[in-house]
């Protein structure tokens, strides 16, 4: 879990049991994008997003999008989903820089949330949690990811 208290806080809990996943299957994508994680997004001590992902899929979103966080200007994060193919409102979920500030978006949101943080600030929290989640997710299932990467499908859109 990454938190900023009264801020933004990304908590997840696995709902695959350890044994479904090992090294052995890092090729499967069937059973890459069966590993799910409930996620959610609190932003000033109010839910924003509660919603199961497949939490590899989601990770590999994070993991590309930090190989380039880098860059000036700071480039948007959005997370699309190959068992969600409607975005005609747009990602699953987004962060939006805009000048020195940026935001956090989703399509699923439950409540409108002034969710409006400084860039710096957003980009920290994402990079924070991509790294906190690439070791739950190797603690939790005993694998080491970069075996995964290169197999895990990736939706990227045109913006």
């Known amino acids: 879990m990454v938190s900023i208290p009264g801020q933004i806080m990304f908590s997840y809990t696995f709902i695959n049991q350890p044994s ?52 000036i200007p700071v480039p948007e994060f959005h997370y699309y989903s ?21 935001r956090i978006k989703s399509i699923w949101g439950e409540k409108d949330i002034y969710n409006v943080f400084p860039l ?14 690439k070791k739950d997710i190797e603690a939790y299932f005993d694998i080491q990811l970069e075996k995964f990467i290169p197999h895990i499908p990736y939706t990227l859109l045109d913006n």
């Not at 193919?85 to 500030?101: L, N």
């Not at 710096?120 to 989640?133: A, G, K, N, Q, R």
């Open 20 to 71: 479904e996943l090992s090294n052995r299957v890092a090729r499967d994508v069937p059973t890459i994008l069966s590993i799910e994680a409930m996620f959610t997004i609190t932003i000033n001590d109010e839910i924003y997003l509660e919603t199961s992902l497949p939490i590899l899929e989601f990770y590999k979103s994070l993991y590309r999008w930090k190989e380039k966080s880098n860059a």
């Open 120 to 133: 710096d600030f957003l980009v920290s929290s994402l990079l924070d949690l991509e790294h906190t989640l």
């Open 82 to 102: 190959l068992e969600f193919d409607d975005y005609e409102e747009g990602a699953i979920i987004s962060m939006i820089p805009f000048s020195s500030q940026a």
